[in-house]
C-alpha cells in the first residue's frame, strides 16, 4: 500500500505561485509514475500533469503547459507540483495519484490517491 498527502495548497491572487507536495509513506515511489490531478465544484476530476518513475519524462494538460511544472525527488518519497502564474480558473482541489508503469492521464490507471489540497486563486 502507498499512502499519499499533498500540501502547499491555499488562497492565493491571480498571477502569484504555489508549490504543491505530495509525500508517499509505505512503499517507496521510486518505481512508481506519478500525476497531478484536480477537481473544481461541478466538474469531472481532470489530469493535470505527470512524471514517469524516473523524471525523465513529463507531460501537462495544454491548460497548464508553460505554467506548471511536476518533478519529483525519489530520496525524499515526495513529488512536487509548482504552479505559476495562477489564474481563477485554476482553483480546484488538487489530488496527487501513483501508478504501475508509465506516465499516464487517465484518472482510472493510478492506483492509490491523497486526499487532496485545496487551491483558491482570487481575480
Known amino acids: 500500500q502507498v499512502q499519499l498527502v499533498e500540501s502547499g495548497g491555499g488562497l492565493v491572487q491571480a498571477g502569484d505561485s504555489l508549490r504543491l507536495s505530495c509525500a508517499a509513506s509505505g512503499r517507496t515511489v521510486s518505481s512508481y509514475a506519478m500525476g497531478w490531478f484536480r477537481q473544481a465544484p461541478g466538474k469531472e476530476r481532470e489530469f493535470v500533469a505527470t512524471?514517469?518513475?524516473?523524471?525523465?519524462?513529463?507531460y501537462y494538460a495544454d491548460s497548464v503547459k508553460g505554467r506548471f511544472t511536476i518533478s519529483r525527488d525519489n530520496a525524499k518519497n515526495t513529488v512536487y507540483l509548482q504552479m505559476n502564474s495562477l489564474k481563477p480558473e485554476d482553483t480546484a482541489v488538487y489530488y496527487c495519484?501513483?501508478?504501475?508503469?508509465?506516465?499516464?492521464?487517465?484518472?482510472?490507471?493510478?492506483?492509490?490517491w491523497g486526499q487532496g489540497t485545496q487551491v483558491t486563486v482570487s481575480s
Open positions: 512524471i514517469s518513475w524516473s523524471g525523465g519524462r513529463t
Open positions: 495519484a501513483a501508478k504501475f508503469g508509465g506516465a499516464g492521464w487517465g484518472p482510472s490507471e493510478y492506483a492509490y
